[in-house]
């Protein structure tokens, strides 16, 4: 959530956190007018470190008489904190060893300047992308939020929380062994770590967020990519396993991203788990507590080096029966996903960008059809992997309702891959989502639907035109991100696309501007915006649909 603040001076600021005792951020202002913008409190842990024995293991809370002071200071928390250890698939800014740690689960927090309202400021809770496999919370300066929240910016005006969570095999590693430990322990909670710290850092939020001024009352969970992933992972845990307790939030911000089809099962992951005693070899004849001492006892820097290797290198959730219901689908399909959302008066932003398909391919592409279901393999299931490649290769299921590639040079099975993972993981899923609500009685007023097809000048000296709108192109438009220097008719575009989510985010009644489900608002290339229909619909409920019954 954005290193790079040069156009901005500070002083420090402590506040007091309740019975965790103080911390010390910043007051950040315009280096130009003094204007105060924000304040900023970096590296602030919301559970015990996952380390040690504690690594693959559900996360621990900050236990009673925890304090962030030490010896009578505040804890520091003006700088960034570490990353998640995770593989070096793509740089994500400064990547150096020594900024990873497993000690890494910690919140960055802003808050707008000035005294909070008196039923205090919208919360938004953030997770960030990144195929769940890299990234992390304050690499990135399109996505510091401080212009976005600030009065005379994007007037967001809500206390902004952006969640580290563990990432790749640290955060979602599964096997047998650790699902016989999770039992032993009285966890019951495998693989999944990832879900787990973000449904801790809610729970953190929701108690302590007042302390920042945020109104844990009204808060909209929020994430890109994976972490729209994440938001509906969170939602489906709460709507179907604790549909009696007490709501933690009240709208979901999806951006590019959505559950497209029942996770593996542990049965179906346990291969990863081998492949990497293997590597270290690790007797298989061991006890499952030996096999995971042997890991535990690796550097996290040894076992990223080993997973790079793998053809089974993405690790992702499963169906465990604790965090996801083992028959995930079953119910999204009965209807129950929906109906609690309505039951709970739910409101949600989803959507995507015109060419998502881009990005997506650059990561491990695929040159032959052997490679192409191995790749297709690392998200889904053997059923799932099968039945895309069939309907892109063979049935040729988009043909219809593709638009022209931005890369007019792309390789065949590059393209047919970035087509089946884009489709897979964001078109389909936020389709069938859509269809979901609306068969279950949500009005649309409640359901708002976008695409972003501009590429405002910024975005031309940072990504090449082959990539046209690319996934995550959309990180500075909806953060706000004018110290990138759009023209003054582009930062009115950004000023007007944005007013709809500062009415989102504070619960305010606005008219967006869609009558049917098959509509959306579209900023379109001119970066005029309009009411569209949605061309992508009718292929995509098929792909969705297909998804959803894969044998």
């Not at 007797?283 to 001492?293: A, D, V």
Request: with cysteine; glycine share 8%.
């Amino acid at each position: 959530m954005g290193n790079v603040l040069s156009a901005y001076k500070s002083e420090n600021r402590i506040l007091h956190v309740g019975d965790l005792n103080d911390i010390e951020g910043v007051v950040l202002s315009r280096a130009e007018t003094d204007e105060p913008l924000a304040q900023r409190f970096l590296n602030v842990p919301y559970v015990l470190p996952p380390t040690g024995q504690y690594r693959w293991r559900k996360p621990r809370k900050l236990p009673p008489g925890y304090s962030y002071s030490s010896n009578g200071k505040p804890r520091d928390c003006t700088k960034f904190g570490s990353i998640c250890p995770q593989p070096n698939y793509t740089k994500l800014g400064d990547h150096a060893f020594s900024k990873y740690d497993e000690d890494c689960l910690t919140l960055n927090i802003w808050t707008p300047s000035g005294t909070p309202p008196e039923e205090g400021w919208p919360v938004m809770l953030w997770f960030h992308g990144g195929w769940l496999q890299i990234g992390d919370p304050s690499v990135d300066p399109n996505m510091d939020p401080t212009q976005l929240i600030a009065a005379s910016g994007g007037g967001l005006q809500c206390v902004f929380i952006a969640a580290a969570y563990r990432l790749s095999v640290f955060g979602f590693l599964a096997s047998k062994e650790l699902a016989e430990e999770a039992a032993i322990t009285g966890e019951y909670a495998y693989g999944n770590y990832g879900l787990w710290d973000q449904r801790a850092a809610l729970e953190w939020v929701h108690e302590h967020v007042h302390h920042f001024g945020g109104n844990a009352q009204n808060l909209t969970l929020s994430g890109r990519s994976a972490g729209a992933y994440s938001t509906h992972a969170l939602a489906s845990h709460d709507f179907l396993l604790r549909p009696d307790e007490p709501p933690l939030y009240r709208r979901l911000i999806m951006y590019s991203n959505a559950i497209p089809a029942d996770p593996k099962t542990v049965d179906e992951v346990q291969p990863q788990f081998d492949e990497l005693l293997a590597a270290f070899e690790i007797p298989s004849s061991l006890t499952g507590p030996e096999k995971l001492g042997f890991l535990r006892a690796k550097s996290a820097f040894e076992i990223v080096d080993k997973i790079m290797t793998f053809d089974n290198h993405t690790f992702r959730p499963i169906r465990d029966g604790h965090f996801f219901p083992m028959d995930l689908f079953a119910r999204y399909l009965k209807g129950e996903f929906a109906a609690e959302f309505q039951k709970r008066g739910m409101s949600l932003i989803i959507g995507e960008v015109h060419d998502e398909e881009t990005l997506y391919r650059q990561t491990n592409p695929p040159h032959d059809l052997d490679s192409l279901y191995k790749e297709v393999g690392n998200y889904y299931s053997p059923a799932v992997t099968r039945m895309m490649v069939d309907a892109y290769v063979n049935r040729k299921i988009n043909a219809e309702g593709a638009h022209p590639d931005p890369d007019e040079n792309i390789d065949p099975w590059k393209k047919v891959y970035g087509d089946i993972i884009s489709d897979g993981q964001v078109r389909a899923p936020s389709r069938l989502l859509v269809r979901q609500l609306r068969d279950a009685g949500v009005p649309l007023s409640s359901v708002h639907r976008y695409m972003i097809n501009w590429r405002p000048s910024f975005v031309e000296g940072q990504a090449p035109k082959e990539f046209g709108v690319g996934h995550a192109f959309d990180k500075p438009i909806w953060n706000f991100s004018i110290m990138h220097g759009p023209t003054p008719e582009e930062e009115i575009t950004m000023r007007t696309w944005i007013k709809d989510l500062v009415d989102f985010v504070h619960g305010h009644a606005f008219d967006y501007g869609t009558r049917d489900w098959d509509q959306q608002k579209v900023l379109n290339p001119d970066g005029t915006i309009s009411i569209e229909k949605d061309s992508k619909w009718d292929y995509l409920v098929q792909v969705a649909d297909e998804m959803c019954t894969a044998k």
